[in-house]
Each structure stands twice: as structure tokens, then as C-alpha cells.
């Protein structure tokens, strides 16, 4: 009865995450494709929860649903109005139609065959290799690692190189938000209501960062879901029309905005220079040394998720948006 | 004693719910509709969390069951507060 139910559960889980999938790509209003997207990205949290990777779960619901919803409802808001449908009927349109039809089916083609590719490697992969090697591997070396958490484990220490270029990534794309100038302007100040909310919301959001920074040694948490954490609270902040969202200023954003990845290449190259491998921490050490690149890394990925929703430089931190203003002043004078 | 109490809040829980679903589809306005909604979120989610926190039987996890009850309260009223304040600032026009 118990597995039945659950099958069935699982099975009404499948197909709404295909069915909301489905919609999102099929509406043509993109406000309410967004809308789909972030409940299609709660059900996949979900759906990580019955697989039981508790981890993914709260990455996917912290930055899959939650701020990747966020980011893309503020694009929307952004992006100038549609074209009027009388503005369609000429012939230039029509033949960027037909073009797109085309381009549409190489795509649709191109991508079945890569997803037959990706199939056929994943089965591959798992009749030729006994599938408890690389959990029995990880099991093994647990002790070793400095934290209980095998995911943790396996992200701070056994891979932490993936983890850092990870982070010089986010880095990246910071340098292309900032790269489109300044961030657009705030909201108008929020009502009593949404404003109270904001008022004991945020500090139990950053609470809860911590919480997820710890725990994160022995439980499901780390650095990303807290990091996501974090950036919600500076997102409901700049919601409620609220001037100061939590980042700091001028050079201090800067080092916030490196932070995740200097820590990690200054513990990595100290290690260097002490004769051990790069990233190979010692194991008495390794516990500490996780938690404090963990804590950075923290930082930098919820500066970096909010300068993402901010979609620019914040005012005070360009030095071009500060040279401009006092242009503006003296040719007020 | 507590499986049957626990089943009895979870099903009307679930009728709660499924009030609110069907009043959200069926009703002719959007301030009825919020207001079937909030139905759901509110006692539906409330009788649900009682149900699971009996059948729980463990104060820690009651406690944030209770918590998460509190939060998704406070989030929703202030949502919806929103929704309809916009909805009638277009209606008027201001």
C-alpha cells in the first residue's frame, strides 16, 4: 500500500514537471512563462527531495525556483514592450519565420541526438563500472576529510578544484554585470504590511545562512544554499523599495565580490608552499580550513546573486557613476 | 487513537485544499479567488501541519512544523495583500 502510494505520488510528480516544463516553453506570454518556471522548479526540488539528495534539493529550491525566478521576473519587467501584432505582417517578417521554423527543427534535431548521445554514454557508464565504487571510495576516505557531510566532502576537499572554478566563474559573470553600467533604480518604499514582513523576514534569512554554513559539515547545507540564502534577503530588501540591501561599498564590494576565490587559492598555494599538494589539507586542519572557505564562498555568491538581480553596478561602487554625478553637480552650479 | 486524529486533521487539510483549488479555477473575480486561496494556505496548511506534527510525536519536529505553518501564514497574507492592493490601484486607476 505504502510503495503504491508512493508510486503513484511519483508518477503525478513526473508528469507535472514535464507538463509545467511543457507550458513554460509553450506559452507565448513571457511573464507567465516565468511564473511556470518557478513552480516547475519547486516540483523538481521535490522531486531531488524523493531521491533523497537533500543537497541538490535546497540548491534547486534556494537558487533554481527561488532567485532564478527573481532574476527573470526583473528582466521581464525590464525589457521593452512587444511589438504590436499589426507590426507583423510584412514580408520581412514572414521570411524570419520560415528562417526560424528552420532553425528551430536543426536545433530540435541537434538536441535529441545529444540527449540520445548523453543516454547511451549513462548507460554505458553504468552496466561497465560496479556502481558502488565511488560512493564506497568517498565512504572510505570520509574520515579523512575533515566533515561528515559526503557532499560537502566531496565539494570542499576530494573535488575542490571543481568547486573553485565554480567560483571563478560566478566571479566572471560578476565582471559582466558590471560591465553594463549602472544598476537600474530601486522601488518605491513598501506599504506597512510588506514592509513589516521585510522587518523580521531578512534577519531570520540571515540567520538561517549561518545556520546552513554550519550545518552544512554534517548535514545537508553548505555554501551555496546558504550564499542563495543570504541574496533572498538582499532581494526582499530591494523589493520593499529599502535603499541599503546589505552590500557594502566601494572597495569593501570588492573584496566581498573576490573573496570566495582568493580565500580558496591563498589556503590552496600556503598548502603549496608547506609541501602538500594544492587544496590537499591536512586532515587536522581540514575541518577549520573548509569552514573558512565555505564562509567566503558564502559571501561572494550571495554579492554576486544580488548584483545579478540588482543587473548593474550598485551606485556607490562605480567610480564612473561617482565621476558623472559631480560633473552633473558642477555643471548644476 | 493518534493515527485516526492525525488522519482525520490531514484529510481535512486536504479538503481545505482542494477547496481552495477549485474555488481558484471557479470563481468569477480575482478578489474571490485570492480569497478561496488563502483559505487553502491558511487552514488548509494549518490542519495539515497539526495532522503531521501528531504523527510526528517528536517536540523538535513539531516545533518546525509549527514554525514553517507560521512562516507560509505570514507570507501569504502579505502576498495577497499585495495582489489585491495592485489589483485596485488598476481598478481605480490611481
Redesign the interface.
Known sequence: MNTMGLLVFDGLLLFSIVGLAWASLATTDVRRGVILFMAFGLLLAVAWGRLLAPDVALAEAAIGAGLSGALLLAAVHRQPRPLSPGATHDSLYRSAAAVSMVVRWVVTLLSAALAGTLAWGLLHAFSSTPQDMLPRAIAENLAASGVSNPVTAVLLNFRAYDTLLELAVLLTSVLGIFSLGPATPGYQPA?P??D??VR??VP?LILMAGYLLWVGAHAPGGAFQAGATLAAAGVVLRLAGRARIGLPEGFALRIVMTAGVSVFLLVGLTLLLLGRPFLGYPPAWAGALILLIETAAMLSIAATLLLAFLGGQPESTGVKAAANRQREEISRC | MINILSSILILAGVFFYLAGSIGLLRLPDLYSRLHALTKADNLGLGLLMAGLALHSQDLFTMLKLLLIWLAVLAASATSAHLIARQARRQETGS
Open positions: 506599504g504590511i510588506f513589516g514582513l523580521w523576514l531570520v
